[in-house]
């Protein structure tokens, strides 16, 4: 029993850190993407932040082309451990954003990552190759 309040009170913490990452309004500083807290703080943008459209295509584009870079830079390595590997059904785009964004901002440590960095920790850990 004491392990189920425990994932519980885990499960709380991160939506209220994913709800607090929202809260905050973009600045025109989040565009620089100094750090994955950037990243999430405009892919966490509020409908009704005054940049929230432009934060959103720059977040889109951004996780896109990291995924993208990452997945040809995987395909054309020889490696054979793969660093994610995507389920048969693959979430949403606008799924697996806010599940990185919910993700990331539970982990302060990541938040002050790079953020390709941030993005590719998040794919490996959702989407282990098993």
């Known amino acids: 029993m004491r392990r189920?309040?425990?994932?519980?009170?885990?499960?709380?913490a991160g939506l209220i850190a994913a709800a607090g990452a929202r809260a905050a309004p973009v600045t025109q500083d989040d565009f620089l993407l100094a750090t994955t807290a950037n990243l999430v703080s405009l892919c966490g943008a509020a409908s009704a932040d005054a940049l929230y459209t432009p934060a959103q295509n720059f977040c889109q584009g951004f996780v896109v082309g990291t995924f993208r870079v990452v997945s040809a830079e995987e395909s054309a390595s020889r490696a054979r451990h793969k660093l994610f590997c995507l389920p048969q059904n693959p979430p949403s785009r606008d799924q697996a954003v806010a599940a990185f964004v919910q993700w990331a901002a539970a982990r302060p440590?990541?938040?002050e990552?790079?953020?390709t960095d941030g993005l590719v920790e998040y794919f490996?850990?959702?989407?282990?190759?098993k």
């Open 4 to 12: 189920r309040s425990t994932s519980f009170a885990l499960i709380a």
């Open 124 to 129: 490996e850990t959702a989407f282990p190759c």
């Open 109 to 111: 440590k990541t938040l």
């Open 113 to 115: 990552s790079v953020p």
